[in-house]
Each structure stands twice: as C-alpha cells, then as structure tokens.
C-alpha cells in the first residue's frame, strides 16, 4: 500500500476498514498492538493491548484482559477511552474515541475462555494476585480461578493522519456524520 496514494475519503475509509479486520489475525501488524487510553476522572493513563476481534458491522473492537486491572476499573467508570495504532509501512495514525463495556460472564465471555484455556496465554488471567501487587519476586504465583474479562470497545469516531512528504492529510470517521477532512 506503501506509495500509493488513495485520493478518496471513501476509499481511505474502505482501506482503514480492511487494515483494522486483518490486524487481529496478523501478529505482525502494528494495528494488532495498540495502545488504550483511559482515565480515572482525574489523572490519563496508557497501556499496549492486543487487539483480539474487529467487527465491522456493529463497529466493536475486542481486547482480553485481567478483571482486576486497573484499565477495568477506569473502563467502568469512565467508559470513554481511546485505541491509538499507528503503521509504518502505511504511514497512518488512527485514534478510535470508543465507549467500553466490561464483559466478566456471560456466553461471550465463556465461548472465548474455553479457547483461550487450552492455551499458554490462559496463564496471564490465572494469577493469584492482581495485576500491579507488589511482588517479593519477579514471577507472581498462580492462583487456581481465572480472572478472564473482555473489555468490547464500541467505536465512537475515527481520527485518521496520514503521514506523507507530499503533505499531511487527517480525516474524521465514523461519528454519525459524512466523512470529511481535516487540518492535520
Ligand atoms: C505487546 C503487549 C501486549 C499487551 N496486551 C495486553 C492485553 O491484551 N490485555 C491486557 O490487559 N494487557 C496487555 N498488556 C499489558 C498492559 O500493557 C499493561 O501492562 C497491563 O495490562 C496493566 O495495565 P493496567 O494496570 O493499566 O490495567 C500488553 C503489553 C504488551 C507489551
């Protein structure tokens, strides 16, 4: 995609789209690590996830996480967040204002679970404490529960930037409004 350059919103729009779908199943896609910006109502805080699911029908986007995590907390209380994933090799930024829900039971969450337990990753939700307890050591102990959550991101709007040499271009999506340009 590297050098050629799409003059529409609508094909910005449809090419955004088909990145999003495939990064899930791509590790090597930059948009599969992004990074989730909440807040407590006070201070901003940040962290990398893994994007698990993008579905483009209902416009929801599915990270796993701890349900003791900080992030789940703030999630909880200010479901407002922001997925921020930029690409080197397409030279594009997309900010994803979402609304967050937190899924702790449920067929959805337990369809997932059942996969996800016949996995090493399983380990990272079976932890005796919660994540950011203070260690004695650096490999905390196993616990015998799950602590398995999904956190469903309901896109808001999208922010595009594209970086270029010919000149910045930034683009707002998905907000209930036509897509249209903006000063980058
Ligand atoms: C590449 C990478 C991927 C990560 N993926 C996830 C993830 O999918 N879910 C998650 O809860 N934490 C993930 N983490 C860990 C978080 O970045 C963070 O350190 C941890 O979840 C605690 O965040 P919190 O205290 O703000 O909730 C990932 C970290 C890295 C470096």
């Keep these: 995609m ?18 999003l779908l495939t990064a899930p199943n791509d590790r090597s896609h930059p948009w599969r690590t992004p990074v989730l910006a909440t807040t407590d109502g006070d ?3 940040a962290r990398t996830v893994v994007l698990r699911e993008v579905d483009r029908t209902s416009a929801t986007l599915l990270i ?6 900080t992030k789940v907390s703030h999630a909880m209380q200010h479901p407002l967040g922001t997925l ?7 030279g594009w930024q997309l900010r994803l204002r979402v609304r967050m829900t937190v899924i702790t039971d449920g ?15 399983a380990h990272d939700y079976l932890s005796a404490l919660a994540p950011g307890s203070a260690l004695d050591s650096a490999l905390g102990s196993r616990g015998g529960r799950a602590y398995f959550a999904l956190i ?22 998905g907000d209930n ?8």
């Design 2 to 19: 590297a050098g050629a350059r799409l003059e529409s919103l609508e094909a910005i729009e449809a090419a955004l789209w088909r990145e």
């Design 43 to 45: 201070v901003g805080d």
């Design 64 to 69: 796993y996480t701890d349900a003791r995590a």
């Design 84 to 90: 921020v994933m930029w690409s080197n090799a397409i």
């Design 107 to 121: 067929l959805e969450l337990s369809s997932r679970w059942a996969q996800l337990k016949l996995t090493p990753a």
């Design 152 to 173: 469903e991101a309901q896109l808001q709007s999208i922010d595009w930037l594209e970086l270029h040499e010919q000149g910045h271009r930034r683009a707002r999506f």
């Design 177 to 184: 409004q036509p897509p249209r340009w903006l000063q980058p």
